[in-house]
Each structure stands twice: as structure tokens, then as C-alpha cells.
């Protein structure tokens, strides 16, 4: 069974930083397409960034120069690392495998 779990949400202050990241049990991380997708309150879920598993990376075009991803595959794990964030950031944050797995979110709340 494959398992996703995320972890490094929390509060911040506007134009603060976090780093989430999640770990992948089960499965073959390394042929996994990874990525992290948000959905805010009232909102529908939305799309970050991705990495495939050679690590070419893409990013919604709202997040480039803010938001990264980067894997390591020995590690089973995937990170998303996030700069200059705002209270529009605030969402739950959660990893896929592209294979019908996804975590179960992590929540980030950004305010001061």
C-alpha cells in the first residue's frame, strides 16, 4: 500500500518561508511523477508544481520564482519550498504520486 504523508505546514508571517515536505512509503518513489497541489476554503484544488522522476520540474505559472519543488529518491521524499508567502497562501497542501495517491494534506496559515 502506498502511503503519502506530508508534514512542515504551520503558521507564518507574511513574506516568511516554509518548507513542506513528503515522505513516500510503499510503492517505486523513483518512477513516480511527483506533485503538490493546494485547495483553500471555498476554492478548488489547485496545481503548484511537479517533478518528474529525473527531476525536470513545472511549475503553475503563479508560483515560479516563489514556490520549488525538489526530490531525492533514495529518501522517498519530496519537498516544496515556499519564499515571500501572503495570507492568499494560506490553503491545505498535499503531495500526489500521479497514481491515484495523495496525502493527506498539511495546513499552512499565513498571518500576522
Known amino acids: 500500500q502506498v502511503q503519502l504523508v506530508e508534514s512542515g505546514g504551520g503558521l507564518v508571517q507574511p513574506g516568511g518561508s516554509l518548507r513542506l515536505s513528503c515522505v513516500v512509503s510503499?510503492?517505486?518513489?523513483?518512477?513516480?511523477?511527483m506533485g503538490w497541489y493546494r485547495q483553500a476554503p471555498g476554492k478548488q484544488r489547485e496545481f503548484l508544481a511537479s517533478i518528474s522522476p529525473g527531476g525536470t520540474t513545472t511549475y503553475e505559472d503563479a508560483m515560479k520564482g516563489r514556490f520549488t519543488i525538489f526530490r531525492d529518491n533514495p529518501k522517498n521524499t519530496v519537498w516544496l519550498q515556499m519564499t515571500s508567502l501572503t495570507p492568499e497562501d494560506t490553503a491545505v497542501y498535499y503531495c500526489t504520486n500521479y497514481d491515484n495517491f495523495w496525502g493527506q494534506g498539511t495546513q499552512v496559515t499565513v498571518s500576522s
Open positions: 510503499g510503492g517505486f518513489f523513483s518512477r513516480y511523477a
